[in-house]
């Protein structure tokens, strides 16, 4: 059993940023960032895998940035240039195995966090 806590959320306005940390209760291969909007689909954000491959969604390129400490148990989000439609309960999820297929989608994880909200105010 793997337990994920996540922390750095919060209301911001449009072109501002926030760190979304999420810390894991023991390693584990793949790690990565959903949100969901009410109303909307779970949808992946941003994942990493012990090789350090990275997958991003086309609406957080450029502006979003993954990343783990060195012990791989700390996860990060990085989100700059925010816009309103980044408001969402972001999760922390993560898998002892992915692929780049994977990588993306809900069911391709096992364990998940609370979750911390976020709001873009314009």
């Known amino acids: 059993q793997v337990q994920l806590v996540e922390s750095g959320g919060g209301s911001v306005q449009a072109g501002g940023s926030l760190r979304l940390s999420c810390t894991a209760s023991?390693?584990?291969?793949?790690m990565g960032w959903f949100r969901q909007a009410p109303g909307k689909e779970r949808e992946g954000v941003a994942a990493?895998?012990?090789?350090?491959?990275?997958t991003y969604s086309d609406s957080v390129k450029g502006r979003f940035t993954i990343s783990q400490d060195n012990g791989k148990k700390t996860l990060y989000l990085q989100m700059s240039s925010l816009k309103p439609e980044d408001s969402a309960m972001y999760y922390c999820?993560?898998?002892?195995?992915?692929?780049?297929?994977?990588?993306?989608?809900?069911?391709?994880?096992?364990?998940w966090g609370q979750g911390t909200q976020v709001t873009v105010s314009s």
């Open positions: 990493i895998d012990r090789h350090g491959r990275t």
């Open positions: 999820a993560a898998n002892y195995a992915c692929t780049i297929a994977t990588m993306s989608r809900p069911e391709g994880f096992t364990y």
């Open positions: 023991r390693y584990i291969d793949c």
